[in-house]
């Protein structure tokens, strides 16, 4: 009895692996919406400050709820920007920059050098 509820207990807190866009399936148009968004210009930033895989969801301060993070995070996934994997029950964050700049050369830059422009 006691393993039937411990495999209950796993199977409710398993969650669907994220899935990856390749930049290079990506649109300029989609790369373009991804990145128009104020918040989603945020977390990019934030990102590209960061090294791979250590920033998970929950660390950026951004003024959305938890689920609207969610959808910003699955549409810059959707755009190739982002690669997410799961350790434990953190989701940990990468930014694509090397495959994004090789689809998009440049875009990513003017992104990140808007801080010093605005």
Not at 21 to 47: F, I, M
Not at 63 to 83: C, D, N, Y
Not at 86 to 91: I, T, V
Request: charged residues 25%; glycine residues 6%; contains cysteine.
């Amino acid at each position: 009895m006691a393993a039937q509820t411990q495999q209950q207990t796993a199977t409710a807190s398993h969650r669907t692996p994220p899935v990856h866009t390749n930049p290079g399936d990506v649109s300029l148009e989609k790369a373009l919406l991804a990145l128009a968004d104020p918040v989603r210009q945020s977390l990019v930033r934030e990102l590209a400050g960061a090294g791979d895989w250590e920033r998970p969801c929950g660390s950026f301060d951004v003024p959305v709820t938890k689920a609207t993070l969610s959808r910003h995070f699955a549409v810059l996934r959707e755009a190739g920007l982002l690669e997410q994997r799961d350790a434990g029950p953190r989701r940990l964050n990468r930014l694509r920059r090397a495959e994004f700049d090789a689809r998009f050369p440049g875009l990513l830059d003017l992104v990140l050098r808007h801080d010093e422009t605005a």
